[in-house]
């Protein structure tokens, strides 16, 4: 999967972006939710330029995530042009104080980067485990809860199934360049 992302040609990957953005509109909460967190797109995954600028034309607040010291991630408001810097993985994160970061729990949307996904929310990350440490508040809460987890990718990243690990946090919905799968309708 890692291979094919990164094939991509330029014009593919802005092709997916645009067809994400279309396919996110059909949610309601990306449409009306005032605080949507996303990520900066690296090694191939889903650009969000086309998604970001459609919550900013809605004057909804976009977020990027910042690692923290104990490896989960905290949430920085962000615009174009805002500074940003490296983290140790050299992607990009909001230069904010730490007193400007969300807490997970205070987002109402989170779109989420996926190596590969199941139509019932099992999701393959970077092997890093952000996401699931991170969120794993909402792995007791009858679903979709706050924040809805929303993952992002190309449609050749679904396969049939992903056996889940005790750790994981499922998502709500994926949006893919050419359908939203509602997980919750076929968990």
Same mark, same amino acid.
């Given at each position: 999967? /890692? @291979?094919?992302?990164?094939?991509? #040609? !330029?014009? @593919?990957?802005?092709? #997916?972006? @645009?067809?994400?953005?279309?396919?996110? @509109?059909?949610?309601?909460?990306?449409?009306?939710?005032? /605080?949507?967190? *996303?990520?900066? %797109?690296?090694?191939?995954?889903? !650009?969000?330029?086309? #998604?970001?600028?459609?919550?900013?034309? +809605?004057? $909804?607040?976009?977020?990027?995530?910042?690692?923290?010291?104990? =490896?989960?991630?905290?949430?920085?408001?962000? $615009?174009?042009?805002?500074?940003? +810097? &490296?983290?140790?993985?050299?992607? !990009?994160?909001?230069?904010?104080?730490?007193?400007?970061?969300? &807490?997970?729990? =205070?987002?109402?949307?989170?779109?989420?980067?996926?190596?590969?996904?199941? /139509?019932?929310?099992?999701?393959?990350?970077? *092997?890093?485990?952000?996401?699931? +440490?991170?969120?794993?508040?909402?792995?007791?809460?009858?679903?979709?809860? $706050? !924040?809805?987890?929303?993952?992002?990718?190309?449609?050749?990243?679904?396969? =049939?199934?992903?056996?889940? $690990?005790?750790?994981?946090?499922?998502?709500?919905?994926?949006?893919?360049?050419?359908?939203?799968?509602?997980?919750? %309708?076929?968990?």
């Amino acid at each position: 999967m /890692r @291979e094919q992302r990164a094939q991509l #040609a !330029p014009r @593919e990957r802005i092709a #997916a972006a @645009e067809a994400v953005a279309d396919t996110l @509109e059909q949610l309601p909460e990306f449409v009306v939710d005032a /605080r949507v967190a *996303g990520y900066w %797109a690296v090694g191939g995954e889903v !650009p969000l330029l086309a #998604a970001y600028a459609r919550l900013r034309a +809605r004057a $909804q607040t976009y977020f990027l995530p910042v690692i923290d010291s104990n =490896d989960v991630l905290t949430f920085a408001a962000w $615009q174009a042009g805002a500074p940003v +810097r &490296a983290n140790r993985y050299g992607i !990009p994160e909001p230069e904010v104080e730490t007193g400007a970061l969300l &807490a997970p729990r =205070d987002l109402d949307l989170v779109l989420v980067p996926l190596l590969g996904f199941d /139509r019932r929310g099992n999701r393959l990350g970077m *092997g890093a485990g952000f996401y699931d +440490r991170t969120f794993a508040f909402l792995r007791d809460l009858a679903r979709p809860a $706050q !924040p809805v987890l929303v993952g992002i990718g190309y449609q050749f990243q679904e396969v =049939d199934a992903l056996p889940p $690990q005790a750790w994981d946090v499922p998502l709500d919905f994926i949006a893919t360049d050419r359908e939203l799968i509602d997980c919750s %309708a076929t968990a």
